[in-house]
């Protein structure tokens, strides 16, 4: 068999629901039960159970920014009526670019986050977030549950006479059905993916996946209280923990020697994919913050 996708999609889907961010933001979360608060000051949790098989063991359990990005992009090919994809169909669409030459290693990443994803089950019980949401009568229960990415691996010979891999996507994600639910889920057109300024590296799409969905927040006229700043680093005092760009992503001191220039290297990059948002239209501008004289701390965003 030979992977095509029947329909390029012409915009890209992304999940914004708390219980994704949760997940993306939180590297040491383990396998449990959680109760999420889902409309604060209400008092309205979504249960949210997750596990992995017993007889799979995975080098690096934690789903971390990358894995968002993978199933952002295996979402965002299944709802352009694609049921058998590839590294390669996935890699394209992340990059925002059909034409687009993909390397071993994007190939290699792709296929690790897929292996992981399709051996963690998670259950989402919302009924309570969906009663106070009046998209369900109170007598009626919604439960969503599923690997993370539901798709079976298929082996075959491909042209060559090489061993290809190729997956058939069995069924809506049960977090994608959960964004859905509560209409929690954005859309941008794919464009905004494809990189004019920087690289189209791993990290890169990371960034510019974290830049969309706090641009679109802002952007959300619902959401009031969302500031315009991005700030790299800052202390939540309340519960303890660090916040911002880097931490949400992993980036932490810890794991680099120059941390620095590492992270005067993200930097860059943000600037870089915000110049490309600028020639896409998706935003006005943007103006650098500072901590101190030689410090940056971040960026305000003109929507």
Known sequence: MEVTMINKPEEAY????????????????????????T??????????????????????????????????????LFQFG??????????????GDYGAEVTDKKRKTIAESITKLRSIDIVIDCTAELIMRRKIGENESIVFKGYLLPVEEIRYTDKDNNIAIAYHILEKPALYAYAESVNQKIKVPIKYLNAIHVSNTEETIVLRMYLIRRIAAMKNRNNKMVSKKISYEWYDTKHGTEKGLL??????????????????????????ILQDFIDYGYIKGYEINYQSRNQISGVTIEC
Request: charged residues 25%; glycine residues 2%.
């Open 82 to 95: 694609n049921r058998y994809i590839n590294a390669d169909t996935i890699a394209k669409t992340l990059m």
């Open 14 to 37: 992304l999940n914004v629901t708390k219980m994704a961010n949760t997940l993306m933001c939180n590297p040491d979360i383990e396998f449990g039960s959680y109760e999420l608060i």
């Open 39 to 76: 409309i604060p000051g209400k008092d309205i949790f979504t249960t949210m159970d997750i596990s992995k098989d017993d007889h799979i063991e995975l080098s690096n359990p934690n789903i971390s920014a990358w894995d968002f990005a993978v199933m952002d992009a295996v979402y965002t």
């Open 247 to 272: 931490s949400s992503l992993g980036y932490t001191p810890e794991k680099y020697r120059q941390w620095r220039i590492k992270r005067n290297d993200i930097h860059k990059t943000v600037i870089a």
